[in-house]
């Protein structure tokens, strides 16, 4: 399976921006299965959790993103979505989307990033 992120560039502090990411290779039964989630990591900083989505759609999101991130899926398509609204320069960093794991063990391998850039 490859993790296919896309969607991310430069935009002003405040705007707005979507991210997607396809499974590719995926069996749609397989990926409906899955707790999928969104994580970022910044220059000279440890990858954070984001966003995640249970399989039968429920979300919980980081405090930092709280209010101003939205994630969803479509299974039919493979894919996973993070709304991001009301952007910060914090926020900058490379956005990645994989399975989601509590233990930090993960059957997929991470794909590329796709890198958002927030001026202020």
């Known amino acids: 399976v490859q993790l296919q992120a896309s969607g991310g560039g430069v935009v002003q502090a405040g705007g707005s921006l979507r991210l997607s990411c396809v499974a590719s290779g995926s069996i749609f039964s397989v990926f409906r299965a899955k707790h999928m989630a969104w994580y970022r990591q910044a220059p000279g900083k440890e990858r954070e959790l984001v966003a995640r989505i249970s399989s039968g759609g429920e979300m919980e999101y980081g405090d930092s993103v709280k209010g101003r991130f939205t994630i969803s899926r479509d299974n039919g398509k493979k894919t996973v979505f993070l709304r991001m609204s009301s952007l910060k320069p914090e926020d900058t960093a490379d956005y990645y989307c994989?399975?989601?794991?509590?233990?930090?063990?993960?059957?997929?391998?991470w794909g590329q990033g796709t890198l958002v850039t927030v001026s202020s």
């Open positions: 994989n399975e989601y794991s509590a233990v930090g063990t993960y059957e997929w391998n």
